[in-house]
């Protein structure tokens, strides 16, 4: 995949300004109207800074995006909810995206974000007339519609169909472990990882800089090296290291630091990530690639809660391809796990 060049800044802002004169009546050429647009455009700018959850819905679309286009499966990746539409049916709902596959079936897909505050196991609700809206407009486009939740406490990405939404009336419900069972993600390339622990980074001390710890308990040293293990075995292969080090920084294992110090001196520090539980097994899994970048689109778009930045630059790809799939290894083997959905506990009917 390729983004493909669009001028927004040009073609959204001349589109919107076109509303605008519409909506007041203005001539494009009367200084007023340019005057006017810039002042109500601000002004709206200056809103959505002090709503925080107009901002995590509107980050949470653009990070679904950025995923899609990161595991690079689609053919293409197209927000369907922007320019005007004309229907004779107008409780049409849009919904945000168009995804074509390689196999030119298309689906759209709606995208929210949901936060479980005090029950862990609250359902997430949709109006159930709005849930509607979106099954008729994809229906009247031949596509099959998926509603993508965001469960922002457990930092899962569920990928459903609208039939495992239970009907309460004048809401549809879903609860969030039949999400996990019916769950699409594997579609567009999702997967989960696991490999043996603990990974690490070990940072030896340059032993000809001062490296004591004084009386304070603090210490300073010079890094020498840094070598990067799996399960106490060195990794030196680029790849590999660079596979270890996407899964340590953004797998959802346990993380401390060790420092190895002789004689008051610092000899090496360790930043080691293990698994909250060993099962026995031999491995255990990091999360999810749709986990893990969730994850990195945080650590760039989030401070202290608060949403700094919505978009970021993503190469198309680089996460489909960060783990290759012939990929196997002695030193750093991974168990890669898709999942397949299994049938809804509940039926709805639009």
């Not at 922007?82 to 995208?111: A, M, N």
């Not at 919505?310 to 790809?317: A, E, F, N, T, Y």
């Amino acid at each position: 995949m390729k983004r493909l060049a669009r001028d927004p800044i040009r073609f959204d802002l001349i589109n919107a300004f076109a509303e605008f004169g519409r909506i007041e009546k203005l001539s494009l050429r009367n200084p007023a109207a340019a005057e006017g647009f810039v002042e109500r455009a601000r002004a709206s700018v200056n809103r959505s800074l002090l709503n925080e959850a107009f901002l995590h819905g509107i980050r949470t679309e653009l990070m679904f995006e950025s995923l899609v286009a990161s595991l690079g499966t689609i053919e293409i990746l197209k927000t369907e909810d922007s320019g005007e539409i004309y229907s004779s049916d107008d409780t049409l709902k849009v919904p945000d995206f168009r995804l074509v596959f390689s196999d030119h079936s298309q689906v759209l897909v709606e995208i929210k974000n949901f936060y479980q505050t005090n029950d862990a196991r609250q359902a997430f609700e949709l109006d159930s007339q709005y849930l509607d809206g979106l099954v008729r407009y994809s229906k009247a486009m031949s596509c099959k519609l998926f509603l993508g939740v965001h469960w922002a406490r457990w930092n899962i990405w569920t990928l459903v169909a609208p039939e495992v939404f239970k009907n309460r009336g004048e809401t549809r419900a879903l609860d969030m472990l039949e999400a996990i069972k019916a769950n699409h993600m594997a579609m567009l390339g999702d997967y989960s990882v696991g490999c043996r622990f603990p990974l690490s980074l070990i940072m030896h001390a340059d032993k000809r800089q001062p490296r004591i710890i004084e009386s304070d308990g603090k210490g300073a040293f010079v890094i020498s090296k840094i070598d990067v293990c799996c399960a106490g075995q060195l990794i030196e292969s680029p790849l590999e290291r660079q596979i270890a080090t996407y899964l340590m920084f953004y797998g959802k294992w346990r993380y401390e630091v060790i420092a190895d110090v002789i004689d008051n001196q610092i000899e090496t520090v360790e930043h080691r990530w293990s698994p909250e539980r060993d099962n026995g097994q031999g491995f255990e899994i990091l999360g999810s690639l749709g986990e893990m970048f969730s994850t990195f689109y945080k650590s760039v778009t989030q401070d202290e809660g608060q949403v700094r930045r919505l978009r970021i630059d993503v190469s198309p790809g680089s996460l489909g391809h960060l783990i290759p799939d012939n990929y196997k290894s002695e030193i750093l083997p991974l168990w890669r796990f898709k999942q397949k959905p299994g049938e809804p506990g509940g039926v709805a009917e639009p």
